[in-house]
């Protein structure tokens, strides 16, 4: 009965797929590709916020996601983001701008978070006003390798005219 039982464990081992033709765990994300391919969407995302661009800014975010910044009543969509930019540009003209990633993580395939800073000159009717804030947001990979912001966060750090 005992040999029996070897020669069954036996021939089960040989009949299993080898190790190698096993799936194989997805490679961990590179962490330091990741943060550039996020701070490429960050420099994206400022053309668009100084050419006036809402439908621009709102092609970087997933169908989904969801917009929330300190100031502006928090939105779920990419159609309403769309229109609280559209909003916003009615009002303000961004002069200049600067966006930077100060650091990202993304712990599996396909999902990242990162937090940065922005900094920005808007005229509104002649005022000119200077922001400085602190963002975080997290990211999913679309089906064609671009990443796009499912969720957004951002809060002032100080304004002043």
């Known amino acids: 009965m005992r040999n029996r039982l070897w020669a069954l464990l036996a021939l089960a081992a040989a009949c299993s797929p080898a190790a190698d033709q096993q799936a194989a765990a997805p490679a961990a994300p590179d962490t330091a590709a990741v943060r550039a391919e996020l701070q490429s969407l960050v420099d994206r995302y400022v053309q668009y916020l100084m050419a006036g661009d809402a439908a621009g800014v709102a092609g970087l975010y997933t169908d ?3 917009y929330a910044v300190y100031g502006v009543p928090t939105t779920t969509g990419r ?21 930077t990633v100060e650091a990202a993580a993304s712990p599996g395939p396909g999902i990242a978070t990162a937090r940065g800073i922005y900094t920005d000159v808007e005229d509104s009717s002649g005022v000119r006003i200077s922001s400085w804030s602190r963002w975080a947001s997290a990211y999913r990979q679309a089906a064609d390798g671009q990443w796009l912001i499912s969720y957004h966060i951002g809060f002032p750090d100080s304004t002043s005219r």
């Open 79 to 99: 159609a309403n983001v769309e229109a609280v930019f559209a909003g916003y540009f009615g009002a303000f003209k961004v002069t200049s701008a600067q966006g």
């Open 64 to 66: 989904d996601a969801t």
